[in-house]
């Protein structure tokens, strides 16, 4: 008799809060694991912290954090070889990927298996990409190597050699990223509206004017999707590039990421590197200022 | 009604295409094809070889189950640890993700939240979806520390769930914006409580949606990286840390290496194979509407 009243009880609770703790665990985790975090970084970023014993010790030195970030040599390279990367990469993509996504619209038969093939880069663990291109990059065995010997050429190498590493990586990229603007890009073809094409079709356009004049500005809206995301996905690179160089060699593949985990479980510089953490936030979010600002103008337009 | 709207999805990619391809497009799918089952093959046949066949590049060449084998069974390797504690993670971590994004989304499309709880909430969660995850692995480290979580699957868990948070919400506020209201409310009028509405009613419907975010939630943190390497060690490592370890080691075991990023990428394919619909209906959502 108690019980059941308690389970009313409780379920006419549960009930009248439904709306409250709907939210509340999503909001409480959100809190916890990046809000505080994030005023963590904050008190971090002007601090050094060491640990003595298994003990944190905490400092303020406010003024030390920023010189260091002044004299840190391997930000500059980082900085360069990411935008770099990201520019390169991003541009690449989304070519390759458009072209795909209309040759693959184009198709009579076997749309769908394309499409299978396509999406498996995006869906595999990066560090099996990454550890998949180490063995093609080999320069003692890897495939690319054994067909240049095949034809008679010197081998190359592709990943230890400072003006070929971040090509190389960037190629990996490409490989891993393509399938995704693809499949944005492959949806958007298809929802475009049949009859305005077969109209140009029996207009006399040809296939190249189909594609040009109608297809690629009708696909605008998704194109510049698909740039925004990709844009901002390139930052977060660090996988397959933790990989296969490590940033070397020297600092030819270092990227942004890489040099914050260096600088943070290698150098153990907690303090400066939540003050590059801080850097690195307010850069992406003048980027989506900014992004976003360009996706209006595109709307309007 | 839902079920009748993604049959109609399948039958557009199958439907003959407005303009037929020329030939020059053909040769680019089939690069493209080329290109991308290529590198699979490689490693496949690779992890397959003796470590001196490798070198050799000797083809054909004895197929061999020796690397499989060192990998998930040698003394040396902890790999068959390392896919228990992944499985536990992401096995978890994606429930977790399910109960608490599928709630949050449901409440923020259905209560009358004012515009700063909402509004508030989805961009917070956008910005944390945008920013690279190594920029708060500081204070997660410091945090884990101070509670005795460094190098637990708890911790594992806890971050997984926050990562995959964003991308949750999203897709199940899409999903439910698609169920009308005037459902719940015939339900309501029946004598359902909004809980029982929401649970006997709504969630059925939203199930496909269930569905999408689970199989990318599961594979997000299945795949997950740079915090696994840094908030675990030996004890909790998860399967990708291993991979990196089997490239970073002095002498890189290559053919182990090769053996564990196969074994690494079976729940993707067997996901891709029985749930593509899914996938694509999630990887899209977000970007196209």
């Known amino acids: ?111 769908t298996w394309a499409r299978t093939a396509m999406i498996l880069p995006i869906l595999v663990p990066p560090v099996a990409i990454g550890s998949m291109w180490k063995l093609m990059y080999n320069y003692d065995f890897g495939i690319f190597n054994q067909a240049l010997v095949a034809l008679g050429a010197a081998p190359v190498n592709w990943l ?30 298809e929802g475009l509206p049949v009859d305005l094409i077969e109209a140009a079709r029996v207009d006399g356009a040809t296939r190249w004017q189909i594609v040009w004049r109608i297809m690629i500005p009708l696909l605008r809206p998704a194109i510049v999707v698909a740039f925004l995301f990709r844009t901002i996905l390139a930052f977060k690179v660090f996988d397959e590039v933790f990989l296969l160089t490590s940033g070397g060699p020297g600092t030819a593949t270092e990227l942004i990421n890489l040099h914050l985990y260096k600088v943070f479980f290698e150098q153990n510089q907690l303090g400066y590197g939540a003050l590059l953490s801080l850097a690195v936030i307010a850069a992406i979010v003048a980027f989506l200022l900014v992004a976003q600002r360009v996706t209006v103008a595109v709307r309007a337009s | 009604m839902k079920r009748r709207r993604v049959a109609v999805r399948e039958a557009a990619v199958a439907a003959p295409p407005a303009v037929r391809g020329g030939p020059a497009g053909r040769v680019l799918v089939a690069l493209a094809l080329f290109a991308i089952i290529g590198p699979f093959l490689w490693i496949l046949t690779a992890s397959f070889k003796y470590q001196i066949a490798i070198y050799s590049g000797q083809f054909p060449f004895t197929p061999t189950l020796s690397n499989y084998a060192d990998v998930l069974f040698g003394r040396r390797s902890d790999f068959a640890g390392n896919i228990a504690n992944s499985v536990v993670v992401a096995v978890a971590s994606t429930l977790a993700v399910l109960i608490v994004g599928t709630l949050a989304a449901y409440s923020l499309r259905r209560f009358r939240w004012p515009a700063w709880v909402s509004a508030g909430f989805l961009g917070w969660t956008l910005l944390f979806h945008m920013v690279p995850v190594l920029t708060l692995i500081g204070p997660w480290y410091i945090a884990f520390r101070q509670l005795d979580l460094y190098d637990t699957r708890i911790a594992l868990v806890l971050t997984h769930v926050t990562i995959n948070l964003p991308m949750t919400v999203w897709l199940m506020s899409a999903f439910f914006r698609e169920i009308p209201p005037e459902i719940e409310e015939a339900a309501r009028v029946d004598g359902c409580t909004p809980l029982e509405a929401f649970l006997r009613v709504v969630l059925p419907l939203a199930i496909p949606g269930l569905i999408a975010a689970g199989i990318l939630a599961f594979i997000f943190s299945w795949n997950e990286f740079p915090i696994a390497l840094s908030l675990t060690s030996r004890q909790t490592a998860t399967v990708p840390v291993a991979i990196a370890r089997f490239a970073q080691q002095y002498e890189t075991q290559h053919a182990q290496m090769a053996a564990a990023s196969v074994i690494s990428t079976i729940p993707a394919v067997l996901l891709m194979f029985l749930g593509q619909r899914f996938i694509v209906r999630g990887l899209t959502l977000g970007a196209v509407k």
Request: aromatic fraction near 10%.
């Open chain 1, 160 to 189: 230890g050699s400072t003006s070929l590493a971040l090509a190389s990586v960037i190629v990996v990229d490409i490989w891993h990223w393509v399938p995704f603007v693809f499949l944005i890009l492959f949806a958007a073809v």
């Open chain 1, 1 to 111: 008799m108690q019980d059941a009243l308690t389970t009313l009880l409780l379920s006419a609770l549960a009930n009248r809060t439904f709306r409250y703790w709907s939210l509340l665990p999503a909001v409480l985790l959100f809190v916890a694991l990046t809000l505080y975090p994030l005023v963590n970084l904050v008190r971090m970023s002007v601090s050094t912290i060491e640990f003595a014993q298994g003990v944190e010790i905490w400092r303020f030195t406010p003024r030390a954090n920023f010189a260091q970030l002044l004299a840190d040599d391997a930000l500059r390279p980082a900085l360069v070889n990411t935008l770099v990367f990201v520019v390169v990469s991003v541009t690449i993509e989304m070519l390759i990927g458009l072209a795909l996504a209309i040759a693959v619209a184009g198709l009579a038969r076997g749309k």
